[in-house]
């Protein structure tokens, strides 16, 4: 999806969307990958002021992304139960992309690369002389390297101290419901 609250993950959607558009000329798999639309409704009145200035900032890098009315909310989802909703915002360019397939399909295309790939093997640290990572510490062994991509979603933070750098990112619940006629 496009709509965030800051320049740096709606610049990062960009690329994203871009790249599962072409996903699978880039990457060389097919994922499942559909640009359904993304509504986001509002019950509270704090929501609604900092969504106008997120959609504000959205529309700033290019993104189609508007306030809708009740009604077009309605509208772009029948049946829908807007008692409390005091606002909402749509952008018709997010969708939902297969995360398991993306994943797969980015191995698949390291692997034909030549790339080995460990699996269930958990990184436990890094070793660094001065500023420049040379082994990455994991439970099957040391792994001589001097690039780690920190890739560990929820767990990144860990990651980030094992380097001594601070990685804003925490483990936040989500939930999703899709439904068709």
């Known amino acids: 999806r496009h709509q965030f609250s800051n320049s740096a993950n709606i610049a990062l959607s960009l690329e994203s ?3 599962m558009k072409d996903f699978e000329a880039i990457v ?11 509504l986001f409704l509002l019950s509270k009145s704090a929501n609604v002021d900092q969504f106008k200035r997120n959609v504000a900032l959205q529309q700033q890098h290019g993104v189609d992304v508007r306030w809708v009315s009740k009604d ?13 909703v005091k ?4 952008c018709p360019s997010d969708g939902v992309a297969d995360p398991n397939g993306v994943t797969m399909g980015f191995a698949r295309g390291a692997q034909a690369l030549g790339v080995e790939i460990v699996r269930g093997c958990e990184v436990t640290g890094a070793r660094l002389e001065g500023h420049r990572l040379t082994t990455g510490r994991t439970t099957q062994g040391d792994i001589a390297t001097p690039i780690l991509i920190n890739a560990a979603g929820p767990w990144a933070k860990s990651i980030g101290r094992f380097l001594g750098l601070g990685a804003p990112v925490g483990p936040h619940r989500r939930h999703i419901f899709i439904a068709s006629p």
């Open 28 to 38: 060389g798999t097919p994922i499942d990958f559909h640009q359904d639309g993304y």
């Open 72 to 84: 077009e909310a309605r509208e772009l989802s029948p049946g829908l139960d807007l008692t409390g």
């Open 17 to 19: 969307i871009a790249l």
């Open 87 to 90: 606002g909402a915002t749509y």
